[in-house]
């Protein structure tokens, strides 16, 4: 820095003109490493000035006086609530799966289809909507809510096909809406905020998840009753662990009995589901209709090239970008495929193994969202003192003891265990999905529409095969296969968590290497101006 001093010293020892004297600089901006000294008066200076002055204030303070700012914030808010109902349709999924088998009159194994259908149907929605959403050049809040709408018209129809194949059909569809919600939502908002919005990626996970704590109850009242004899048998102490099982059926006929003719009533939670979608439709075209943010026009290169100067990471090289998003894929798809898979699967576990009635089932799935609920709104404060990655390894190894212990648990018939590690999985499970978004974003690479429809084809993916699997052991072999692959998954996901960890590190700039920065000093004459290139050192903190 000493040759910049003297520079400076040289600069500010020459003689100044009158309206330099008149106007001395009385500004100084600090953007992350880079120093620049602007000049009151000039239009630049205002406008920066005037985002200073809304970095201090609070929240109110911004929305009432910056214009954009209220326009993101309120965007931010549309997106909260379409996740809400994007977890509410998904949270009741589980639940209501042993009705959609009475509607189509499917065993287990065929039923799983409809998940993989939805999984198909996410992943093929989630290259779409990355596709039409860096593409696209205008308001893209349009994509968000045209997806919202979408979702509204599927999820009325759902409960109406008692066709088995047109079931499968229409779980494609409400899987393309609603893998499209989840891509472009998630890539608006960090597109909106950027590093900023590490809380905001939170918030709208927290809402997703609220919606899936919810809709179980909301929807467990409406699930034809219990005629399966064997279920009904059981006592409701033998269900919290007071007293052992006294019901001693084969464990074949309770996995493959034959679906009771009963009347279902499950039209009625979905019209809801159908209504909240339309609630978070309307928003938010209102929003793109009446949009006043000035519209980027970067080039996809440039972009990445500001953000990872931002970010303090080198510049990947094409193959290393490859290598990474594969990496990264792996360790997403492993997530939502456990998470998927122990919501969907939670309710028939307990049925079928722990010989529960639906509606006890109903309510574990509600403990496993209401843990992941209230993980999610840590979460939106977690993310202001915790970096992602050490979120991500410590709820990684809390969520390997819950899976451990729902196995020993459910081995030995330990009930009061079971819903302890429900608890434990659903709190643990709650912040890795976002906090991937973050910790990419941070530390790895810019997150585009592009990158996040990958992300989510890799969360598809999984979501895809593990129904498949699943439904396949568990009513061909024994139920304990559910607890069996969830622990085996957990295991490699820490292990690949590891693996992005190492590379992430070899990608981050050492600690206190120096960079050239540019300081502009401008007089009030734009063609007049002096630029002194100095050493700034960077002091990022190493993960």
Not at 28 to 38: A, L, P, R, T, W
Not at 140 to 156: E, H, N, P, W
Not at 164 to 172: R, S
Not at 183 to 208: C, E, K, P, V, Y
Request: hydrophobic share 45%; net charge negative.
């Amino acid at each position: 820095m000493g040759s910049a001093t003297e520079e400076v010293n040289q600069n500010k020892n020459s003689e100044p003109s009158s309206d330099d004297e008149k106007t001395p600089f009385t500004e100084k901006e600090v953007n992350g490493d880079d120093v620049q000294i602007v000049k009151n008066g000039i239009e630049n200076c205002q406008d920066h000035s005037t985002s200073s002055k809304d970095k201090k204030g609070g929240i109110m303070t911004k929305l009432k006086n910056n214009a954009i700012y209220r326009e993101k914030y309120l965007i931010s808010l549309g997106i909260m609530w379409s996740f809400f109902v994007l977890g509410w349709t998904i949270g009741q999924f589980g639940p209501s799966l042993l009705d959609l088998r009475i509607i189509t009159n499917a065993s287990l194994k065929k039923a799983s289809g409809f998940m993989t259908g939805h999984s198909v149907g996410y992943l093929v929605g989630s290259i779409i909507s990355g596709i039409i959403f860096d593409k696209m050049k205008g308001e893209k809040t349009y994509c968000v809510s045209s997806f919202s709408l979408a979702l509204t018209v599927i999820v009325a129809f759902i409960p109406w096909c008692s066709i088995y194949e047109l079931m499968v059909g229409i779980h494609v569809f409400k899987g393309m809406a609603g893998g499209g919600l989840d891509t472009t939502g998630n890539a608006l908002l960090i597109s909106l905020w950027r590093a900023d919005g590490r809380s905001f990626m939170q918030s709208i996970h927290f809402a997703f998840a609220i919606g899936g704590a919810i809709s179980p109850f909301v929807t467990a009242p409406f699930l034809a009753p219990d005629e399966n004899p064997q279920n009904n048998s059981v006592p409701s102490s033998d269900i919290i662990g007071n007293a052992s099982l006294t019901t001693t059926t084969d464990l074949s006929n309770a996995t493959q009995w034959d679906v009771p003719r009963t009347e279902s009533r499950l039209f009625i939670p979905f019209s809801i589901a159908s209504f909240l979608a339309v609630t978070a439709t309307i928003p938010l075209f209102v929003m793109a209709c009446t949009s006043k943010r000035p519209t980027e026009k970067k080039t996809e290169k440039s972009e990445d090239e500001e953000v990872d100067k931002e970010r303090n990471v080198e510049k990947l090289s094409t193959g290393m970008k490859v290598l990474v998003l594969i990496i990264m894929m792996l360790l997403m798809g492993l997530y939502c495929a456990m998470e998927d898979g122990f919501n969907n699967f939670l309710a028939t576990f307990c049925v079928s193994e722990l010989k529960w009635t639906k509606y006890i089932a109903s309510v574990v799935t509600a403990v496993f969202w209401a843990s992941f609920t209230a993980g999610r709104f840590l979460g939106i404060f977690l993310a202001r003192s915790f970096k992602p990655v050490r979120m991500i390894f410590i709820l990684s190894v809390f969520l390997l003891i819950g899976f451990l212990g729902f196995f020993l648990t459910a081995q030995f018939k330990f009930y009061e265990g079971i819903w302890i590690s429900t608890g434990l999985i659903g709190f643990s499970m709650s912040i890795i999905f976002p906090s991937i978004f973050s910790w990419t974003e941070d530390s790895i690479l810019p997150v585009t529409g592009f990158i996040a429809s990958l992300f989510l084809i890799a969360s598809s993916a999984g979501s895809m095969i593990n129904p498949i699997i699943l439904g396949f052991l568990m009513e061909n072999s024994t139920p304990m296969w559910f607890t069996y692959i969830m622990l085996g998954e957990s295991v490699i996901m820490l292990m690949v968590f590891f693996l992005v960890w190492t590379i992430a590190n070899r990608i981050k700039l050492p600690k206190n290497t120096f960079k050239e920065v540019k300081i502009e000093i401008r007089s009030e004459d734009p063609d007049e101006y002096r630029s002194i290139i100095a050493e700034s050192e960077i002091n990022e903190d190493r993960l």
